[in-house]
């Protein structure tokens, strides 16, 4: 049995990656921004199967430095990790700038979860061959960098934040699979199709009613995470995007190497002392 940590597991696509995965007889660790909805998804899991370990961290993505407090929690129940699934995002419907100075999503969706990553190394190399998982979407391919709207955008288009948002994590992520490939850690992510779940509060009540008739469910939505998480690490391949199970192609600024290590070195920037020491 492998330790796995999931973000964002009391709803969507999180809620059934974590059920199925308990199923399986995985210790887990869910990293959620309320302990209410954590208590009652451990609750269910440990009445269905009484003898499963689950720990429960909080974790706010829109905070620095609860993502710090967070990893370091992590470390200290589970020193050896076999897998991280970032699968927590969200999709703002107004501007919103952190306490930490930045937009929203990019913050939520691609800043904090390098963060994250970066910050649980430790645990995830002393579990080597280990594993990183992302859950993304397909609209990084409409996804344009544009690195001072990173702190806020003069005219914003929520849609287009999030595809800015989940672009700069699937440069991130493949720039991860680059570097942390010597050290065994595979890092791949993956687009769940379009999904019905809380992520759709973003749009308005009409956009909802005509998406939800298009979207699927998040059964179906989870598939891929939970394909790439039933994968032995050592026989893993890093740096792909995944698509219903199959490789991918991705947005081609991806395979830039120079944009993503620009990108990389503005994130470590914007990161400081939050980042461990090397």
């Excluded at 974590?18 to 954590?38: F, V």
């Excluded at 081609?252 to 400081?272: E, I, T």
Aim: proline share 4%; net charge positive.
């Amino acid at each position: 049995m492998r330790n796995i940590m999931i973000t964002g597991a009391t709803s969507g696509i999180g809620r059934v990656t974590a059920l199925e995965l308990a199923r399986r007889g995985h210790p887990l660790i869910l990293a959620n921004r309320s302990r209410r909805k954590a208590d009652e998804l451990r609750d269910e899991i440990l009445t269905a199967y009484p003898k499963r370990r689950v720990d429960l961290v909080d974790l706010d993505l829109a905070s620095r430095a609860s993502v710090s407090a967070c990893a370091q929690e992590v470390m200290s129940i589970c020193p050896r990790l076999d897998t991280l699934i970032n699968n927590a995002g969200l999709i703002s419907h107004e501007q919103v700038i952190t306490q930490d100075g930045f937009e929203l999503q990019f913050q939520v969706n691609a800043l904090s979860q390098f963060q994250l990553t970066l910050e649980l190394l430790p645990a995830l190399s002393a579990a080597a061959p280990s594993q990183v998982i992302f859950v993304t979407s397909a609209m990084h391919r409409l996804g344009k960098l544009d690195f001072e709207r990173f702190r806020g955008w003069k005219k914003y288009g929520m849609q287009a934040a999030y595809n800015q948002s989940k672009l700069a994590m699937m440069l991130l992520a493949r720039e991860l699979a680059e570097q942390l490939n010597e050290r065994d850690i595979a890092v791949n992510t993956l687009h769940p199709g379009a999904v019905d779940t809380g992520i759709l509060d973003g749009y308005s009540s009409l956009a909802q009613f005509f998406l939800r008739r298009l979207f699927i469910a998040p059964e179906k939505g989870a598939a891929t995470t939970l394909f790439l998480a039933k994968q032995e690490p050592a026989s893993m391949p890093t740096g792909k995007y995944f698509v219903k199970c199959e490789p991918a192609r991705a947005h081609k600024l991806v395979d830039d190497q120079a944009m993503r290590q620009k990108l990389w070195q503005a994130c470590c920037d914007f990161l400081g002392d939050a980042l461990p020491a090397a």
